[in-house]
């Protein structure tokens, strides 16, 4: 009987050996908890594609956040559902409108614990669901939207915000909201831009999240899910505007575009697991098919290993306490 000269068993023969050998590992403060803030409502509202995730009232959304960062989450990303919407997203740069309000109320909450962050896009605020303003032929307008985001941008930085996510997919956005702040002496606010924004079939939960209004699709901006290159090229676009850090999103399926861009890039790669990839497992969990805690936590552990700096999830909270947990 032969015997084989190599054993990698070995580095697998119990816990503790595991985890001396372990290559990746999720922390709490790698974590990014997104939150959706609702205009004109006393109580949280649940999300009914999104078991556990509400519309939050102002006075819930200082709760949820005091205790994200009890549990030691890295950052809110907030995103705001008004009430009122027009054709331009008046709302969205209105220092009264619900995200703007939102912002400077978790600035002073929370601001000193974590990183308060807000969605930069006009997609929630505008009567017709698009990110950006729509010319005469119903296209969108990427150069009159690069104004409405830089006034966006000012709002928030105004706010408070201390990291803006621009996630509308405009050409030039991160260097004209740059170039803005940096005029208007907010220089120290950080750009989050979300550089391989994939047309995903995955985000369906989403917009019932923040009652979308969109009619029709978003390729003429997002990315092709088909094109990996692409993704790279917006990356490494967007760093070179002046982005402090690139977003890949979604990340189930996109990993190995998270890992290129990582291999590509110079500064921090996050990125965002989707509603459609949260109500997926929460699903599976409430049907007996998979172990829930399990497979959060191996999907987190996956996100990272590809490469993710740190991660957009609507687990943040719940995922941080199990991961502070499991280290005492």
């Known amino acids: 009987?032969?015997?084989?000269?190599?054993?990698?068993?070995?580095?697998?023969?119990?816990?503790?050996?595991?985890?001396?050998?372990?290559?990746?590992?999720?922390?709490?403060?790698?974590?990014v908890l997104p939150m959706f803030v609702r205009e004109g409502v006393t109580d949280a509202v649940p999300i009914g594609s999104m078991p556990g995730v509400v519309q939050h009232s102002l006075d819930s959304l200082r709760r949820a956040a005091v205790e994200a960062a009890e549990a030691g989450v890295g950052g809110v990303m907030l995103f705001g559902v008004p009430t009122v919407r027009d054709a331009i997203g008046?709302?969205?740069?209105?220092?009264?409108?619900?995200?703007?309000?939102?912002?400077?109320?978790?600035?002073?909450?929370?601001?000193?614990?974590?990183?308060?962050?807000?969605?930069?896009?006009?997609?929630?605020?505008?009567d017709h669901g698009h990110c950006g303003v729509l010319a005469a032929d119903g296209s969108v307008d990427n150069d009159a939207t690069l104004e409405r985001y830089t006034a966006m941008a000012l709002a928030q930085a105004r706010a408070g915000s201390h990291?803006?996510?621009l996630s509308g997919m405009m050409d030039g956005q991160v260097a004209a909201i740059r170039r803005a702040l940096d005029a208007e002496g907010?220089?120290?606010?950080?750009?989050?831009?979300?550089?391989?924004?994939?047309a995903s079939a995955?985000?369906?939960?989403?917009?019932?999240?923040?009652d979308s209004q969109l009619t029709g699709d978003r390729r003429t901006y997002q990315l092709d899910p088909?094109?990996?290159r692409e993704g790279v090229r917006e990356a490494l676009l967007d760093e070179a505007?002046?982005?402090?850090?690139?977003?890949?999103?979604p990340a189930m399926s996109f990993l190995d575009v998270l890992r290129e861009v990582r291999d590509s890039v110079h500064i921090p790669v996050w990125a965002y697991q989707i509603s459609g990839e949260y109500a997926m497992v929460e699903a599976a969990s409430a049907n007996g098919w998979i172990d829930r805690r399990a497979a959060i936590l191996e999907s987190l552990l996956s996100i990272r290993r590809a490469g993710a700096d740190a991660v957009l999830t609507y687990w943040a909270t719940e995922a941080a306490g199990w991961l502070a947990s499991s280290r005492r």
């Open 241 to 249: 505007e002046g982005a402090d850090i690139v977003m890949v999103k």
């Open 1 to 31: 009987m032969s015997f084989p000269d190599i054993r990698p068993r070995r580095l697998r023969q119990s816990t503790a050996v595991r985890d001396l050998a372990r290559e990746t590992d999720v922390l709490p403060r790698q974590l």
């Open 90 to 126: 008046s709302g969205a740069d209105d220092p009264d409108g619900i995200l703007n309000v939102a912002t400077a109320a978790l600035a002073a909450e929370v601001g000193d614990a974590l990183v308060v962050q807000t969605d930069l896009c006009l997609d929630e605020f505008t």
């Open 226 to 228: 088909a094109n990996r």
């Open 202 to 210: 995955f985000y369906g939960p989403f917009r019932e999240a923040v």
């Open 186 to 198: 907010f220089a120290d606010t950080l750009l989050l831009a979300y550089a391989a924004k994939y």
């Open 163 to 165: 990291l803006l996510g």
